[in-house]
């Protein structure tokens, strides 16, 4: 089975602090993805990555960046956390083909207080 | 650029009775189109995916939707539902050229005894 883990389910965090969200996939995916997810406004990307070292912006990158030193890790970092950066955040990884689907990890839960 | 409407933020229904999702995307090139299941606090699964051929696509749990190039439609239907089957559905399109899925804002089915 695919398999997209993040590395946390639940974090809390201060306001101003540097937040690291981790993820991993063991199917050897080109791409890599960040979402987040808001009630009322669904998923929207916020990076994505096509290749190591490689980075595109999505939808909404404001207060974001994101490194892919290796195939398998993508790691989104918040530079520093405000309260509008609460949210449930989405990892997810494809195949580099037009007619594949995403997978996607569990989700990890952010607070920021 | 992409979009994805589903019409229905909550749809409510009793148990065993039928129920359809209503999912419209905006596009005038190839698309791929694609169902997903997030039950509470799990990341999101895939339901089932139209990427050619019979416009009638069969996926996991007794759900099935219609791909309708015309009415630029993809409903997910289910003839009789469980209290299981309780979660939000997202409805996604892959645009032909582009690496990124767009999500709908999804709908919340909330299903009786």
């Known amino acids: 089975d695919v398999k997209v883990t993040q590395s946390s389910r639940y974090l809390v965090k201060r306001t101003g602090e540097k937040v690291f969200l981790e993820c991993v996939q063991d199917?050897?995916?080109?791409?890599m993805f960040w979402y987040r997810q808001d009630p009322g406004l669904g998923l929207r990307l916020i990076y994505f990555?096509?290749?190591?070292?490689?980075?595109e912006k999505g939808d909404i990158p404001e207060g974001y960046s994101v490194s892919r030193e290796k195939k398998e890790r993508f790691s989104l970092i918040l530079e520093s956390a405000s309260t509008n950066q609460t949210s449930m955040y989405l990892c997810?990884?494809?195949?580099?083909?037009?007619?594949?689907?995403?997978?996607f990890g569990q989700g990890t839960r952010l607070t920021v207080v | 650029a992409q979009s994805v409407t589903q019409l229905d933020s909550q749809v409510p229904v009793f148990e065993e009775a039928p129920v359809e999702l209503r999912c419209n995307y905006s596009?005038?090139?190839?698309?791929?189109l694609f169902w997903y299941v997030q039950y509470p606090n799990q990341g999101l699964q895939l339901l089932l995916k139209?990427?050619?051929?019979?416009?009638l696509v069969k996926g996991i749990n007794g759900f099935e939707a219609e791909f309708n190039k015309s009415q630029t439609s993809f409903h997910l239907r289910k003839p009789s539902v469980h209290i299981s089957d309780t979660a939000e559905y997202f409805c996604?399109?892959?645009?032909?050229?582009?690496?990124?899925?767009?999500f709908g804002k999804g709908t919340m089915l909330l299903v009786s005894p």
């Open positions: 997810a990884s494809s195949q580099d083909r037009i007619n594949t689907e995403a997978f």
């Open positions: 199917m050897d995916h080109e791409n």
């Open positions: 990555s096509y290749d190591v070292k490689m980075k």
């Open positions: 596009s005038s090139v190839s698309v791929y």
């Open positions: 139209y990427l050619s051929g019979s416009t």
């Open positions: 996604a399109v892959r645009h032909s050229g582009y690496s990124t899925l767009t």
